[in-house]
């Protein structure tokens, strides 16, 4: 059974920093893009940021580049999403998704999120 | 990047009822078009991926269509279970944008 469990959030000031990880587990983890998505209180889905099966290929969305950072640990099956320079706009519940490895990407499992409360 | 608008915003409905969700890209993405549900408190379902395909273990009243540009998600015969809020996303390059997901709400 393919299974992803996100941990790391929690209540930050703003300007602070915090690690989430993404266990995964029941599938072959190094064959699948994984992905980060965020959703604020009340709000819509926000693709963050993705990561290649080796870890070789990143992507952000604009709105993080250069405050996050993604990245894998393949002999773990565990992604992480490294969140610097914390703004309150950046409260949200984290998601980390499976992206299926075909030809039609779709993200086909999902964690229960992980919740970033940024405030003073 | 590419801009993905759905509409409505929120939509009323009763049981058993035939609604039409739309999707508009703002350029052509293929068929790199997938829905989402997610219910209250809950991470996102997969629905429908390629714009028209039904995902494993979902009831065939969900149904997708459309290329390019526009798409739509059709549910017939509404049941409980899918009062909840639906979100597009285009999957044709990253950033791998979402609608702003139309709120379905029970008459």
């Known amino acids: 059974e393919v299974q992803l469990l996100e941990s790391g959030g929690g209540l930050v000031q703003p300007g602070g920093s915090l690690r989430l990880s993404c266990a995964a587990s029941g599938f072959t983890f190094s064959s699948h893009v994984m992905s980060w998505v965020r959703q604020a209180p009340g709000k819509g889905l926000e693709w963050v940021s993705g990561i290649s099966g080796s870890g070789g290929s990143t992507y952000y969305a604009d709105s993080v580049k250069g405050r996050f950072t993604i990245s894998r640990d393949n002999s773990k099956n565990t992604v992480y999403l490294q969140i610097n320079s914390l703004r309150v706009e950046d409260t949200a519940v984290y998601y980390c998704?499976?992206?299926?490895?075909?030809?039609?990407?779709?993200?086909?499992?999902w964690g229960q999120g992980t919740l970033v409360t940024v405030s003073s | 990047d590419i801009q993905m608008t759905q509409s409505p915003s929120s939509l009323s409905a009763s049981v058993g009822d035939r609604v039409t969700i739309t999707c508009r890209a703002s350029q052509s993405i293929s068929s790199y078009l997938n829905w989402y549900q997610q219910r209250p408190g809950k991470a996102p379902k997969l629905l429908i991926y390629?714009?028209?395909s039904l995902q494993s273990g979902v009831p065939s009243r969900f149904s997708g269509s459309g290329s390019g540009t526009d798409f739509t998600l059709t549910i017939s015969g509404l049941q409980p279970g899918d009062f909840a809020a639906y979100y597009c996303?285009?999957?044709?390059?990253?950033?791998?944008?979402f609608g702003q997901g139309t709120k379905l709400e029970i008459k």
């Open positions: 998704a499976r992206r299926t490895a075909v030809t039609w990407a779709y993200f086909d499992y």
């Open positions: 996303q285009q999957s044709y390059t990253t950033p791998h944008s």
């Open positions: 390629a714009a028209s």
